[in-house]
Structure formats: structure tokens, C-alpha cells
């Protein structure tokens, strides 16, 4: 390919109430870059970009669009010809429409998804070693988007086949169909997730965590300022990808997993690890069955042509909840 | 009071397939003393004292005894003269009779638990610093008893008037009830707990880790040897007691918790914590609603003087599932 | 003993600026219970008594008084009685005299450290759960005292023959003569120990982390806010008594050791642990030689009756920097 | 470029005596993949290729060669082609000469130091979820080699402009001539550092541990084992980096670095960050000023086409201990 996708780089959600959800993500440990009545921009401690997750003040909470950085301004070109090319359409946001954002496009992806692509973001101060402002669980990174979508195949052959991701994480199902996939282009286990089920549909934000300990402060932390309800699952440790897992619901329901325990996938000769949906260790290597709601609700995700909010499908597999621990 | 007791010391639970049960407390980290055909002895890292669990090898899982340590063999003497003053029997195990363990005597307490007091037991290597031997959970020492008692009220007062216990925390029902209690003799937050519910009955043992890495390295440890399902609860924290844990049934269904996040109860003017049965923060900090098995299963115990399996009753206050996190 | 001292209290330190100090101790942690313009009162997240380090502005650094908790008022005149059947001075300070503080009175102890009994102090409320406010270190409560003295056999005789003191680690010299010991009344390895040195001074205030990553914690946030030169050795472990270990300076010198790693030392069958001064695993079972200054600079100490500080003399076993790992 | 270097790879050591250096890095926790009476081939938990290190027994300690793994076998050749145009002779290895290594060649590269790159090694078991057998530090995988070289922008130049590598962080003496630098092709802080220093020498080989408390951990039972001698530095935080590391010395000298603390650094607007030498910072965040050793001694490396020991020379800047926390 003639283009480098680097990494996923930011989400934009809808909220609907500005100093709830501004409460929460500061609780979690985000450091607020700007924000102003209608918006707040959020990063993790080490990013040196403005924000990673952008809140928006909407009436209905959904995700906007879900935003990847490429290598350069020439990728942007190449990678929005691609999709031209091939009948997607492609909508620019010229430098200036988006805070701190250079020129960016949208489109609709192969199941649905509202993606952007951009290459400049504003670069602002780098917190890492500003341990006098770690906080709650000390959120370092954007880690990865995970989609419920109806097709995971055809999400899986666009991605790798068309823009270039690898995958290092899958799951089978009793007929040997993709159930869900992890899918990369930085060397981690994933900058993306698709599982099956009723799409499109953003099941959660991950974030990077320095270290397992920052999880359980995490938890002590949100618990003694009254948001111990948000935790919908865990801590606990998922199978597939060795995480080391939180997950978090912010007060519109959009859910945020915590992570910690990747691992190095920058290797050809890494042959993506194959789990069984059935396996009671893929899920959860260890910890409680997933509540019903980890399995049933995610975020709307909006038409990026439109603006209006994306009509979701039954998924091509049977959905079931898999069988875990007995 | 002319007695001391110093602290819980050990228990002794009949397991069926004592190579089993072996596999599972190695696991978790216990240091095996001794053992042979019928019987294993194991203890924590930093005790210097011969074992503070003995497993039985028996038809049928029970507690047969929980021991508790007083400070001299004159402190034994007084204490069953107590014992016996009130016309409760005090059963005589002379030294020798019991493996390690100096003389001692056992009686049924007032809500039908099998308690046992003795002064004496074998030192041997403290392995607190063999950080070489540390595995799964690195368990140090056994920190308490858990029980379920029909009236809860009642075993406070006795364990708090006649045998010098101190209460750290206590729940209440909405009549103000006590429906739960932890005691203790060392300045910690207990060596015993008494619960309302179907009793008398054991309802967990639980031990003290160093810090709480050590309960996830424990859940990493157990899961990858394919004890994940033994894992019933946690970790999570408790609201009471401030503890970080994780609760675990042994292959017989006796129930370990692992603990961490204790703290110093030594002064008199520390007033016990009361908390309202329904607080969401009460049993559950952060974490997930227990599961039903958490509250209905216990381990039957013995009756000193018959060795027969103690009957139980219904509790006295009404038995129900306290409401969490909703 | 008719009295029961239940553990090391707090201390009073002289510090010269007041502003400097408090930014110091709030970086690691400490809560602030009150102040004005000549003292801060602070302590830690578990403590439910007012102060355990009493910062008083003075024109010269120095430890006024280490003081230690009593069971009942009835205890202090019991052991007030002690002192003077002795012919110990005792100068009583009544309730009132002291903020937060009931009657109490201090000693110059047999080595000429000034001492301090109380009964009471006033309570407050405890903020073991408000981990929203825990910052740096987070500094639990107060552990022990660790004081330089001339003659370690005589204040180990004092201790534990008169006080009620037992000894949980020792080190004898190549003569067999105690050079430092460990010794405790709450079950844990100190509330006090000796070193052989230049006395009678104040080595350092030992405060208790709940678990080794706080340690870690703490030294990024103090580095992240310009304390770095404050860290005076560590982290590491000491073979004695297994601590995982940081020494502070403040900034009038004063000696702050932050520590995890105890264990429980409630049983009379316990035998106190002997070291070889010259045992490269004693001072630090990993990590590096202690700095110079660590051996020789300590607090001076004042004279409880005239306020003078307290002339020092050299110590009666040859003062030496043990070998260590070479 | 036409090539693409992923990462390093491996180094190869040659060890005086195979079973001191095979208990030492056991300890540590590394894996042994297979060995013989001459070598032993060691990986970390999370890798699955054959080795990252392979110890060789021989007479003299040395470095043979550090291993840097490519693309592809496409790669492979062009980037011999690279370096036979500019003049540098390549020495091949092909495939069955070195265990479960493809075909490799080698290269003395600038500033003296033996290199090899190679597309292909071996696959074996991942291990990353076994986590009964973690032991030690836990070792994940290798992550850097650390070279002392006597002009630093020589090999800057070279790694940078003509081998990919980009520079995530640097360091500048008084006239702002680069002093060390970090280079990476996976996006961490680094697969190699030059520092300026007698060369060439190899200074350490960096791995990889999943979380801080392995290294305390790692601490712990190397000490229990008897190899607390081998420590030589922290552990501490370098302020460049971010690191939270540990300096071991090898049976024979080699220093090893455990690792944990980096960050992602993908982004082609990622800034180099600058440090001075002497800011106090640097080196030591917090922790003690590195020991002589660490400055003055390092592993003598190999000539690949006569396998004799290289000379070394003076730095081109004048070397000098940099001044840390007074």
C-alpha cells in the first residue's frame, strides 16, 4: 500500500451533559487540554497531541466519528483517492473546521463505521513525567476502538486486504467463522476490534495504562468519589490479548475499557492467535462472567454524510452470549 | 480478663482427595511443612509456626476444628476453667495427640461453631525472606475466621464480654440488628467475623498477602494451571474492612479468601465503623455483586464431642441478599 | 507491668521554615489536619487521632519530643509512678496544653532521648477511603522511631525489662554486643529501635505505605516536583526486619523513612531475629550502600525539662560504617 | 529506504562458565529454549522466536555480535546490498549455520560494533500466559542495546540517515555536541542507544518487564538466591526514557537492564527530546548517582571477519562522569 495508517488517534462522542461527563473523564486521571461550554478535549498523560477524546454537548449521546492518524499529508491524499476510487465517498474537513485538527476526511467504512483520517494535530506538552498531576488511573493513551459490526469478515478482508492492518487475535466460532477480530497497524495487539453482533455500533474506547496497579487505584479512586456504578466488568483478565481489563460506563453510557498486559506484534512471523468463541479462557482468563449489559448496549454511531444516527442490523452469525467459566 | 488470647491460629478442614486439595493450596503459594498418606500441613511465608491449615483426609468436606492461640499454657488453663465455670464441656487433647501442636482443648462455642485453644506449636523456618520459594498468590499468614451464625447478637456479646474480643466494623439491618461483626483479638480488623444466615457454618478462612500485586499474580498463577473456575468472587474491595480481595473455592468447596488492605486497630478510642446493610459501598467498594453462591454456600462444621456433622438452623434475623450497586 | 504502652504516637520536630516543610510533607502525602502560622498539625490516611508529626516554626531544627500512646489515663499515672519510684523526673503537661492532646507527661529516657506518654488525643476523621485525596506517597500513619544511642544494651535493657518492650531483630557486633535492636509493642517489627551511634539523637520517623507501589509513587511525584535532592537512599529492602524502604531528608534535615513490608510479631514464641553487623544482607538485602550521611547525621534532641538541646557523646561500641555489598 | 529493520533482535555472548551465567539469567526468569554442554539459547516470556540471547561458552568474555531482525529475506538482501555499495563487507552466515537462525550476515558497522541482521528465526511456544512459570523478574522480551562509542553523531548520522532508525531522545554536553542519543525502529524509546564513551563497547542489553513490581520482585529473589552482589544500579527512574530499571552484571561482567516505563513513539511529529547533560534529572529522576562501574565499564565487542577482540579508543568528546543530584 501506498499510504501508512499509523495508529488510532482520537474519538469524537457526543454527551449530553457537559460537567457530568467532564467530572468523570477527569476522575479517571484525563488531563483536559481546552474545553469550552459546547466541547472539552481530552488526552492521556503522555500524548504530546492536543486531545484523544473530544466531547461534544449534543442531545444524544453518540459517536460522532472515530479518527486514525496517517503518516503524512501525502498519505491523506492517497488513502482518500483509494476510497474514491472505489465508490466510498469522501468528505473533507478542511484545517480550521476541526479544533486542533489539520485537514482530515470522513467516510462511512465497509460495515458502517463513521472513520476519519488525518495526519496533524496540534502538538501540546507531554505530561509523563508530570507525576504531581497522575490522578485516578493515570490514563496514559488511546489504545484502540472496539466495534460491534454484522459482518466481521468483511470488516476483517477490508482492513487487512485493503488498509493494511494486520491481525494478531481472533475468534472462531462452532463453524469456523470469525466471530471477532484484533486488528493492528501499530505493533500492539490492537488498534481495532470487531466482534459480532448488532452494527454498526462502537462497543468501547480503550485506553493504555502504565501498569496493573494503576487499574485497581483507578477503582479506588472512582469509587470514593461516588462513580463506583460505572464500572460495569471487572477488573479482570481477558484471554485474548492478555489484557489486564476495566470497563467503564461515562455518564452517557459510552463505554471505556481500561488496559494494561499487551504485547509486541511489530513480527511477520507472528501467526495470529486463534481462540475458540467457547473457550472459557478467552474471554475472561480469569474473573466473572460479563453482565448481560457488556453483551447488549453500545454507542450509536452517526452517518458522517448525514449526521444522523446509523440504522443497526441483526449480525450475519447467531449472537449468543458465549459460555464462560462453569 | 486472666486470659490471652493472642490470635486465630489454624484451621482443620476434612477434604476428600487430599492430592487435589494439595495441588490447589500449593498453587496459591502455601508452604507445605509436612504431610503424608492422610493428612498435609501447610503455612504461609512468614509463619514460624509448624502449619495454620491441616487438611484431613476424610468421606466428607467439613471444618472439624478452627484454633485459636492464647499467650501461655497457664492462659489455656484459665480459659477452660472459664469455659467450665459456665458448664460448656472442655474436650482435652493432650500434647503429642495432635501432630506439632502442644496441649489443647476444644469445646462448641455458643452458636455451635467447633473453637479450639491451645498455647504450643512447633516452630520451624520462617521463609518470609525465600523470596526464591514465593509462587502463585506468595500467601504470608492466616488472618481470620469467617462465620455464619444463626444469631449474630448473641456471639458478639460473648465473644466481645467473656473472651476480651474488640469489634473494628459492624453492619446493621434496617431495625438496627447486628447482621454482621468483625472481632479481633490482634490489632487488626479481625480474627473472627460473624455473619447472619444459616449456621453454624464456616464460611471462608481467610489469609493475608503481602500487598496486591500478589492477588493478581495469584489469579494469573491459578488461572494458567486451569483453576480459574475456583475463582467465586473478587478481586474487588470490600467497602468493610477496607480489604482488597479475592475468594476461592477449594476443590471441596471451602472457601479462601485472599486479602490485603487491612489496617491498625490497636487503640481504644477507635470507635467500630457501623455501616447500613444496604450501603452499596459496603460489601462491594468497587467490584461486582457477589454471586448467589457467595451467600448460600458454607462449609458444614463438626461437633467437637461427637465428631458428628453439626445441624443448622435458619437465622434470626430474616436471610436475604443485600442489595449492591445497582 | 500494671500499664500498657500501645504503640509509638507522634513526634514534634522544630523546623525552620514552615512554608517549606509543609510543602514537603503534603507532597508525600500527609493530610493536614490544622495549622497557623507557627504549626502544622499533620497525618496520615488511616489515623483517626489528630496529628502524628507536629511541624512547630523554631529558630533551629530539632526533635522536641517522640511520644507514645497509653491504653487508659489510669496507665499514665501508673507509669508516671514508675519514672519517679526510679527517680525519673516527670514533667506532666495538662490537657489543654497541647493542641488536641489530653495530659501527658514527658521523661528524658534512660539514654537521654525525650520521651512522651499520652492517653488521649482528639479524634478525627479517618480518610482511609477517600482515596480521592490520596496524593505521593501516600503515607498511612506512623510506624516507629529510630534513634542513635551510646549504649544499645542499656536502652535495650530499659525497653524491654522496664517498658514492656520485646524484641523482634537484633545486630550484635563481631564481640557479641548489641549494636542496634528492633524492638515493639503494637505486633509489628518496631515502634522504636536503637542504633548504636553518636547519641542521643533522632535517626528517623518511620511512616507506614500500604503496598511497595505508593514507594514508587511517591519517588515520581517528589521528583516531579523538585524534590529528587530529598531522597537520601532507596528504594530498596532491608534484610532486617524486610522492608522495603525510602529515606527522606526534609528540608531542616530531619529523617523520613517510608516503609512497607512488616510482619506480624504478636507471638511470645517469636524469637527475635540475630544479625551479623557485617551480614551483607542485613542493611539492605538489595539495593546500594548507605550513603555517608545516612551514618552520620541524625536529629539533636532536646532536653524535656530545660528545652536545651541535648549534648551527644560518642558511642560505647566502635562507631563503624558496616560493610556491605562490595 | 527499500529495507525495512523491525527491531532488535538478539545478542551473543560469549560466558566463561555456562553454569554460573545459566543460574543467573534462570533467576531473572528467562526461558531456556534448548542448550548443550557449549550453549544455552534463552528467550523471554512473551517471545516466540528461538532466543534473544545465546550465551557461548569461551575462554574470554565478549559480545560476538548484536542481531537486529528484518522484514523479510527481500530486506535482507537489499540492506547487504547497502552496505557492500558503500563498502562495507558483508560476511554471510547461511541458513543452518547458526542454530534456528535463517540466513544472516554481519557487518562491523561505524563506529566499530559487530552487527547482524536477519529475517528469520525459529518459532517456539509463546509463553506469555503461562503464568505458572514466571519466575524472578518475569522477563518479557528483549528491547534495546546500549553502546559506548567514541563519536556518537557518527552513528547517529549513520542509524538515522542511511538504516530508518528515528531519535526519541538525546543528550547534549556544554558546547551542544550530541553526547547520547536513542534510536528506535519499533516504536518504543529505543532498539539502540549510543552513548559517548571508550569504544566500541557494548554497555548493556535492555529487556522488557510487563510492570514495575517484576522488578522489585526480580530484586527479591535474586537477593534470596544469593545474587544480591550482582545489582549494580537502582532500582530508579532515568529521567530520559522514563525508564523504571535495574543494572545487572552477569557472571561475567555483562550488564543487563531490566526495563519497564517506555512509550509509544509512532508519530512522525513526535519531537526528540532534548536533555543537557548535566540537568540532574537525566540520568537519575530520582534514585542514587550511578556507581563508577556503570560509567567506566562495559563489554568488549568482536571483529565479525576475524573474530578477535576490538580495540577501543577515547572518546571524541571528553568523557567524564556527569554531575547527578548534589
Redesign the interface.
Same mark, same amino acid.
Given at each position: 500500500m501506498d499510504f501508512n495508517i499509523? =495508529?488510532c488517534g482520537r474519538a469524537v462522542l457526543h454527551v449530553t451533559n457537559l460537567e457530568k461527563s467532564k467530572a468523570f473523564y477527569e476522575?479517571l486521571g484525563f488531563i483536559e487540554t481546552e474545553s469550552d461550554s459546547e466541547n472539552v478535549f481530552f488526552r492521556g498523560l503522555?500524548e504530546?497531541?492536543h486531545h484523544s477524546i473530544w466531547l461534544k454537548k449534543k442531545d444524544e449521546p453518540a459517536l460522532e466519528v472515530m479518527s486514525y492518524?496517517v503518516? %503524512?499529508d501525502t498519505d491523506l491524499d492517497v488513502l482518500a483517492n483509494h476510497f474514491e476510487t472505489e465508490g466510498t465517498e469522501v468528505k473533507w474537513l478542511e484545517k480550521g473546521t476541526q479544533k486542533a485538527l489539520g485537514r482530515a476526511f470522513r467516510i462511512q467504512d465497509t460495515s458502517g463505521l463513521p472513520i476519519e483520517f488525518y495526519a496533524?494535530?496540534k502538538?501540546v506538552d507531554r505530561l509523563?513525567? =508530570?507525576?504531581?498531576?497522575?490522578k485516578g488511573a493515570k490514563v496514559? =493513551?488511546i489504545d484502540h476502538f472496539n466495534c460491534a459490526v454484522t459482518d466481521v469478515q468483511k470488516s476483517y478482508d477490508y482492513y487487512i486486504n485493503e488498509l493494511g492492518f494486520a491481525c494478531s487475535e481472533y475468534t472462531i466460532d462452532d463453524k469456523d467463522k470469525i466471530w471477532a477480530a484484533w486488528l493492528h497497524r501499530?505493533?500492539s495487539v490492537h488498534d481495532v476490534a470487531f466482534m459480532n453482533g448488532v452494527g454498526p455500533r462502537l462497543h468501547h474506547i480503550g485506553f493504555w495504562l502504565?501498569?496493573?496497579?494503576s487499574l /485497581?487505584?483507578g477503582?479506588?479512586?472512582?469509587? %470514593?468519589?461516588g462513580f463506583?456504578?460505572h464500572?460495569e466488568?471487572g477488573?479482570? =483478565?481477558h484471554?485474548l490479548s492478555?489484557a489486564?481489563f476495566l470497563y467503564l460506563r461515562d455518564p452517557d453510557g459510552h463505554r471505556i475499557e481500561l488496559y494494561?498486559?499487551d504485547?509486541?506484534t %511489530?513480527?511477520?512471523?507472528?501467526?495470529p492467535i486463534k481462540w475458540d468463541l467457547d473457550d472459557?479462557?478467552r474471554q475472561?482468563?480469569?474473573?466473572?462472567e460479563a453482565?448481560d449489559s457488556w453483551f447488549d448496549e453500545a454507542t450509536t454511531v452517526l452517518n458522517v454524510y448525514t449526521n444522523e444516527r446509523m440504522e443497526t442490523s441483526e449480525p450475519k452469525l447467531k449472537k449468543k452470549k458465549p459460555q464462560f467459566? /462453569?
Open positions: 499509523i =495508529r476522575a503522555e504530546h497531541n492518524k503518516y %503524512s496533524e494535530m502538538t509523563l513525567q =508530570r507525576y504531581d498531576l497522575y496514559q =493513551r501499530k505493533p502504565k501498569d496493573p496497579m /485497581i487505584d477503582c479506588d479512586v472512582l469509587a %470514593s468519589m463506583a456504578p464500572i466488568r477488573p479482570g =483478565r484471554g492478555n489486564f494494561n498486559g504485547y509486541l %511489530s513480527d511477520p512471523d507472528f501467526k472459557p479462557l475472561t482468563f480469569w474473573g466473572h453482565p467459566i /462453569i
